[in-house]
């Protein structure tokens, strides 16, 4: 049973440029989940995908787009790079909850893409 | 306020002892839960413990413990019998229940980098 996966490993782009992450999430899972983790710091969440919708979103400018297809997996788009978007993107996947509960909901990361801007 | 706050950059430990990451965490929200997760230098975020604001009981998994203190808000690991292979990056996470409606929305601390001696 593969976990989640991402692609590409690793990115070089240059400023200005467009690009496009992949994920694919754990089996059974139907909720995922992108961070964005800076040199030095914990992940920070940029948006969630269910049921191919954008349900919440973090502290992230509109160049940050996403998409979710039918089969759970999704994408993270990012338009015109900036030189501190260089960082390491995780996807995570979960189950959707209609509600909050106090007890854990596993969710896996997966390995991440590295992505530099120049 | 910082919402996750991990105060040790570093640690060290010797094989074999045990080791305690702090962390603290604020909150309003009486329903959350708090999360430790493992990020050796390959980048994947592994999953170590979990516990929830009504557990009434502190969470063990294997030699993974947490020391949760609900009145002081800490939730602080501690890892007995250190292994070389627990060198790594380890991150405090939580997530609330009013995180605007996402279920799987982890705000992180900034991390404690542990180096086990051998």
């Known amino acids: 049973d593969a976990g989640v996966t991402q692609s590409p490993t690793h990115l070089i782009k240059t400023r200005g440029q467009q690009v496009t992450l992949r994920c694919s999430p754990k089996s059974g899972h139907d909720t995922v989940s992108w961070y964005q983790q800076a040199l030095g710091q914990g992940p920070q969440f940029i948006f969630q995908y269910y049921e191919e919708e954008e349900r919440q979103r973090g502290n992230f400018p509109d160049r940050f787009s996403g998409h979710q297809f039918p089969n759970y997996s999704s994408e993270l788009n990012v338009n015109a790079l900036l030189l501190g978007d260089s960082a390491l993107y995780l996807c995570?996947?979960?189950?959707?909850?209609?509600?909050?509960?106090?007890?854990?909901?596993?969710?896996?990361f997966g390995p991440g893409t590295r992505l530099t801007v120049l | 306020a910082q919402k996750i706050t991990q105060t040790q950059p570093g640690m060290f430990v010797q094989e074999k002892e045990a080791v305690t990451l702090d962390c603290t965490y604020d909150?309003?929200?009486?329903?959350?839960?708090l999360f430790w997760y493992k990020q050796p230098s390959s980048g994947e975020m592994i999953f170590l413990i979990y516990?929830?604001?009504?557990?009434?009981q502190n969470a063990t998994e294997g030699r993974y413990s947490l020391n949760f203190q609900k009145a002081r808000k800490s939730a602080n690991l501690v890892i007995s019998a250190s292994q070389l292979g627990d060198s790594a990056m380890y991150f405090c996470a939580m997530r609330e229940a009013n995180s605007g409606g996402s279920n799987y929305k982890l705000t992180f601390g900034k991390g404690t980098l542990l180096t086990v001696n051998p």
């Open positions: 995570a996947s979960s189950l959707w909850e209609s509600g909050f509960f106090s007890s854990y909901n596993e969710q896996f």
């Open positions: 909150t309003s929200d009486p329903s959350y839960g």
């Open positions: 516990q929830g604001s009504y557990d009434q």
